[in-house]
């Protein structure tokens, strides 16, 4: 894989599911993150992770979890999905530490092609 | 707390026409970026302005970054419609959620024949 790759790219989902969007990166950047964009709305911060093993709630985080055993991957959990949590989900990644593989400038962030919530 | 505004948030505009998309924000920060959108898809770094007074160009789009008045500018020269497409503006402070960026609502971009 090349850059910042999401799964699955759409789901329909009943509320009160479980649901884990799943986003990994191969550029060796510290720090991940998870926005969700929704009409007129822009792009609000979920929950961040600026280096594996920590994590950050952003904006909007109630409802979600994340997790970051590892630099590479950074899940996010809908632990019972509400129809509110449709949305357009972003994973995106930056390299504040100057070691990623791929060189960015100061907390540029790559973006992921997107997961497509539907929560019915 | 951080507000990031842009305006306008619709813009229709000819071919072969300029304009300008503002970028406000409330907070002090030296780090501006701003993002392209295309319908369905993801979104693509364009610029990263990483102190006052930055000027950064690519073909036919230029901004600029004014951080005493908290202001960066996209000028948009002669548009030609593969311009169309949704712009955002992110301002960085560290002090905000660690690294994350606080985004504008964006500014939706058509380019007209």
């Known amino acids: 894989i090349a850059g910042i790759t999401q799964a699955p790219t759409s789901q329909i989902l009943a509320a009160g599911r479980r649901m884990t969007l799943r986003c990994t990166q191969d550029?060796?950047?510290?720090?991940m993150y998870w926005y969700r964009q929704d009409l007129g709305l822009g792009l609000r911060l979920i929950h961040y992770s600026n280096t594996a093993g920590t994590t950050g709630k952003g904006e909007v985080p109630d409802g979600y979890s994340v997790s970051r055993a590892n630099t590479d991957d950074f899940p996010l959990t809908l632990a019972s999905a509400v129809p509110s949590q449709t949305s357009v989900y972003f994973c995106a990644s930056s390299d504040s530490s100057g070691t990623g593989r791929v060189f960015s400038s100061y907390n540029e962030q790559f973006f992921g092609p997107g997961t497509r919530l539907t929560v019915l | 707390e951080l507000k990031v505004e842009q305006n306008p948030l619709f813009l229709s505009m000819q071919e072969g026409k300029n304009y300008t998309i503002y970028c406000n924000y409330s907070t002090t920060s030296d780090r501006l970026y701003w993002y392209r959108q295309d319908p369905g898809k993801s979104l693509e770094s364009l610029f990263v302005l990483l102190s006052n007074g930055a000027v950064k160009q690519e073909g036919r789009l230029m901004a600029s970054l004014d951080t005493k008045a908290r202001l960066s500018t996209l000028h948009i020269t002669a548009a030609v419609h593969d311009l169309s497409a949704t712009y955002f503006c992110a301002v960085d402070i560290r002090a905000n959620s660690g690294y994350a960026l606080n985004f504008g609502k964006g500014t939706s971009l058509l380019v007209t024949p």
């Open positions: 550029m060796r950047h510290n720090a």
